[in-house]
């Protein structure tokens, strides 16, 4: 047997050990013990070196790609180079998000996420739109928003073979109920984003049986929360304050500020998924690039439309960790289980976002500064 030992401080969602050894063999886990218990149980053996923290590997559920490359083509090999960067980066799950677009392309494009999920590249699939609201589009692009279509829904479905894990629709438009029950009906997670609706309407979406359980980077892409009109905003935070649902938060910097951050976390820790929303240029310099159809320009690492609206994130999903911990003032144990248990739960993902026997060996090790060491992704080292 080929053991491969991480010693460190290691801090999981579902415990934390200040000197602990994960013991893995092969993709797996196979033991989690204190320093003290794996010394007495390998009496001949010298304790492994002390790598930092370990954490386990980061699960992002929504990614539009990375590096010059994006998950909105055809080109599987650009897709899977988006894929690959982010694993280099600590996240060694990605759920690779579709962007509204014309439903042919999308359609092409989920086929081909398909292929690299079933090969292991990627973690599944989500669909942002096109079932979306026009007032708060953001960066996706007004031509091809539509009301839900049965057809396109079934061919979405029929592209994805199982793989759709997740499907972002804005709740006021006519169709939407029907579309989330055929969703949910085929395993899809229903979220809901992108919305110009009414706190009521919102909050009545999500509810049990109201089939929506996620909410897209709340905050973005919908109105600002407000007293006499709290709206989508509020709606998504008492459904997580109340375990009905997964809020988003994009934790770049520069789509929140760090008070909402810490506004969020302190009203629903457990149900916060950090996310990305990272598109092409995450990781290269400013310059021109593109989200689906629209062309996007970034200046001081912010990614914009020509009408000056953002278009996706430019930060890695550690980034966003480090901004929970050190710009929100978010308890590391928490900021870690927003990054890897809660998201991957939310999903259906049941293999990764923990450190526990059995589980895929996905860690990363880092320094006190959060800054990353090295990653392992299935018992192989990555970096």
């Known amino acids: 047997m080929s053991e491969v030992y991480l010693r460190g401080r290691v801090v999981a969602p579902s415990y934390l050990i200040d000197d602990g050894v994960v013991t893995v063999d092969g993709e797996r886990i196979v033991a989690v013990q204190t320093a003290a218990e794996w010394s007495a149980a390998q009496r001949n053996s010298e304790l492994p070196p002390h790598l930092g923290t370990v954490l386990p590997g980061l699960v992002d559920i929504h990614n539009h790609g990375g590096f010059g490359a994006r998950f909105d083509t055809t080109d599987a090999a650009e897709a899977r180079a988006a894929a690959e960067y982010h694993r280099s980066q600590g996240t060694t799950s990605v759920v690779a998000s579709v962007v509204t677009g014309a439903p042919d392309d999308m359609v092409a494009q989920t086929r081909v996420l398909r292929e690299l999920t079933a090969e292991g590249a990627l973690a599944g699939i989500h669909v942002e739109g096109p079932f979306l609201s026009e007032a708060r589009c953001g960066a996706q692009d007004p031509r091809f928003l539509t009301d839900p279509d049965p057809a396109l829904i079934e061919r979405l479905l029929d592209a994805a073979d199982g793989t759709l894990r997740m499907m972002t629709l804005a709740p006021e438009r006519p169709g939407y109920e029907a579309a989330a029950e055929a969703l949910a009906g085929s395993g899809v997670v229903v979220a809901l984003g992108h919305s110009d609706t009414a706190y009521a309407r919102f909050r009545e979406a999500l509810?049990?049986?109201?089939?929506?359980?996620?909410?897209?980077?709340?905050?973005?892409?919908?109105?600002?929360?407000?007293h006499r009109d709290p709206g989508p905003v509020?709606?998504?935070?008492?459904?997580?304050?109340?375990?009905?649902?997964?809020?988003?938060?994009?934790?770049?910097?520069?789509?929140?500020?760090?008070?909402?951050?810490?506004?969020?976390?302190?009203?629903?820790?457990?149900?916060?998924?950090?996310?990305?929303?990272?598109?092409?240029?995450?990781?290269?310099?400013?310059?021109?690039?593109?989200?689906?159809?629209?062309?996007?320009?970034?200046?001081?690492?912010?990614?914009?439309?020509?009408?000056?609206?953002?278009?996706?994130?430019?930060?890695?999903?550690?980034?966003?960790?480090?901004?929970?911990?050190?710009?929100?003032?978010?308890?590391?144990?928490?900021?870690?289980?927003?990054?890897?248990?809660?998201?991957?739960?939310?999903?259906?993902?049941?293999?990764v976002g923990d450190l526990r026997p059995g589980m895929y060996a996905d860690a990363i090790v880092v320094d006190d500064d959060l800054g990353l060491r090295c990653v392992l992704r299935h018992g192989q080292w990555l970096t």
Request: proline content about 6%.
């Open 234 to 351: 509020a709606a998504g935070l008492v459904a997580a304050a109340e375990g009905q649902a997964v809020v988003e938060l994009i934790g770049d910097g520069v789509h929140l500020e760090p008070g909402f951050g810490a506004l969020v976390f302190a009203t629903a820790r457990d149900r916060v998924a950090l996310i990305t929303d990272a598109m092409q240029a995450t990781g290269l310099p400013d310059g021109d690039y593109r989200l689906g159809p629209q062309q996007v320009r970034v200046v001081d690492g912010v990614a914009r439309i020509a009408n000056g609206s953002i278009a996706g994130g430019t930060a890695t999903l550690l980034r966003c960790l480090r901004w929970a911990v050190r710009e929100c003032g978010v308890p590391l144990a928490d900021a870690v289980r927003a990054a890897t248990a809660t998201p991957a739960a939310v999903v259906g993902l049941t293999d």
């Open 207 to 226: 509810r049990p049986k109201g089939l929506g359980s996620v909410v897209t980077h709340l905050a973005n892409g919908m109105p600002p929360l407000h």
